[in-house]
């Protein structure tokens, strides 16, 4: 079972970059992988998605702004967030599927097994 673990979160204003990693403890080519978040009183909202053969999906609300990568060699995921809006703000978690997710499922929580507990993002205007 593959251990997921978030870091990079932190308070920005609004315009501001930010860039999350998810250090996973398994062979990141071999699992579909992606960022979500969640605000308080909201549901968990897909951001970005990367599958195991590297397509990649992004929500609108993030499409242009966001980027998603993985450095296979450190079974590392990333999400570069750049133009950071106050809605950005909630908590952001990594999650990992073994197998290819098509793109079009790659946002949605439940075609995932694996979650980490999560990194707080708060953007101030």
């Known amino acids: 079972q593959v251990q997921l673990v978030e870091s990079g979160g932190g308070s920005v204003q609004a315009g501001g970059s930010l860039t999350l990693s998810c250090a996973a403890t398994?062979?990141?080519?071999?699992?579909?992988m992606a960022w979500f978040r969640q605000a308080p009183g909201k549901e968990r909202e897909g951001v970005a998605a990367?599958?195991?053969?590297?397509?990649?999906t992004f929500s609108d609300s993030v499409k242009g702004r966001f980027t998603i990568s993985i450095d296979n060699a450190k079974n590392t995921l990333f999400l570069q967030m750049n133009s950071l809006k106050p809605d950005d703000t909630a908590k952001y978690y990594c999650?990992?599927?073994?197998?290819?997710?098509?793109?079009?499922?790659?946002?949605?929580?439940?075609?995932?097994?694996?979650w980490g507990q999560g990194t707080q993002v708060t953007v101030s205007s």
């Open positions: 990367i599958a195991s053969d590297g397509q990649t």
């Open positions: 999650a990992a599927r073994a197998a290819r997710i098509d793109p079009t499922y790659g946002l949605i929580p439940g075609w995932y097994w694996y």
């Open positions: 398994d062979d990141a080519r071999t699992y579909s």
